[in-house]
């Protein structure tokens, strides 16, 4: 909904994958110590340890998503950083490449036909919309 009212910004949901914040080791309580004993039990069963992004390398791929030219906004302008030889554009959330909104993993690609085919059908049920209205009303509320 937003991107329809800026089409010259580009709007990215990414996912970093696990980033190695070490939140669990410093935070408290029965919560904090049941995600560790559940982790520790985990890895009996895993063949491989969970690769964790470290915390520096997870602020470079959001810098990267923030300053690249593969991620266009919806009226197509090139802008930002130009992209190498290497580098090609992602397919936006509608299925094509560009158009303003992206939902990228942790590979920093496109997320997929069945992401998309999700997406396609919220849109068709009005949900930007519904959300949207949801916002507007909540900053509404608010701020009175």
Known sequence: AIAKEAPTVSFIHDYPGFVDTGIFKKTEGILAATIRGASKISKIFRSTDTKYIPLDEC?????????SA???PANNET????LNSEMTEVRGSYGAVGGG?????????????????????????????????????????ITA
């Not at 602020?59 to 300053?67: I, M, N, Q």
């Open 59 to 67: 602020g470079e791929r959001h810098l990267f998503l923030a300053t």
């Open 79 to 82: 802008c930002g950083i130009p």
């Open 101 to 141: 909104v992206y939902i990228v993993d942790e590979n920093m690609e496109s997320a997929g036909p069945e992401v998309e085919k999700l997406l396609s059908k919220m849109r068709q049920d009005g949900m930007a919309e519904k959300v949207w209205q949801h916002t507007e009303d909540e900053f509404k509320r």
């Open 70 to 72: 593969r991620y266009k």
